[in-house]
């Protein structure tokens, strides 16, 4: 069984800048997985906003976070972040760390993003 569980999120003001962290545990957990950021906003579908691959080096964005935020991940710790700068009120939402392909059991509870407008 795997879990996963978000950390860091929070209230920041627009242009403010937060950390996500997602710990995953379990003995079938493996850090060769790609994993990937995924947010969901009242009345928007879930989307996924970032992704990486086990060994850091191919990595994607959403075009509405490009340039704002980061992914990246320290396998020994079976920890992946996303670094979120520039944050804008359209970034509010629950985020959530899944593998890519999501698999539907490994949802956590999410961290809530609140930017207000």
């Known amino acids: 069984q795997v879990q996963l569980e978000e950390f860091g999120g929070g209230l920041v003001q627009a242009g403010g800048s937060l950390r996500l962290s997602c710990a995953g545990s379990?003995?079938?957990?493996?850090?060769?997985?790609?994993m990937g950021w995924f947010r969901h906003a009242p009345k928007k579908e879930r989307e996924l906003v970032a992704s990486i691959n086990y060994n850091g080096e191919d990595t994607y964005y959403s075009v509405s976070v490009k340039g704002r935020f980061t992914i990246f991940r320290e396998n020994a710790e079976n920890a992946v972040y996303l670094q979120m700068n520039s944050l804008r009120s359209e970034d509010a939402a629950v985020y959530y760390c899944n593998t890519k392909p999501q698999r539907s059991d490994y949802w956590g509870r999410g961290t809530q993003v609140t930017v207000p407008s």
């Open positions: 379990g003995r079938t957990f493996r850090s060769f997985w790609t």
